[in-house]
């Protein structure tokens, strides 16, 4: 008998156990359904998901727009790189434009300047990129990549 009360309550653990796991799963579950809601209503409220909803600053600036694009596309690069992935993108663009365009951007707390052993190179800040995640609805924080 005692053996048998034993056997039940080991029983009874591994069922909370799983039921622990369970809910666990139903929340991630549920957290990506809310993203996807999300998306969705991005998607119908703008026609489309682009960063110029993080950053509305830039939606009436086509250049700047593509710019911060090719910053996400190649997570960091120097004047040189961008204008020429700008021109590839959009047929033109000059060096003079582009850093003007960034001098904009870094104003804006969008884009940040670092400088390596051959010079400077932009990156998109931290808060941009955190708010993009949050925006597509990947819980990460930009500490964790």
Known sequence: MNNDIERLSEEMEKL??????LMQSFEIVSQLAQSYIKLVSLYAEYGELSIDVVIPEI???SIAREIVRILFDLKR???SQITR????????????TVREKINHLIELGV???????RGKYYTLSKAVVSRWFELIGIPIKFEQI
């Open 59 to 61: 939606r009436h600036d």
């Open 16 to 21: 909370r156990e799983s039921l622990n796991k």
């Open 111 to 117: 884009v940040m300047e670092i400088k390596g052993e």
């Open 77 to 79: 690069a120097n004047i």
């Open 85 to 96: 992935e700008l021109k590839g993108r959009r047929g033109k663009g000059s060096r003079n």
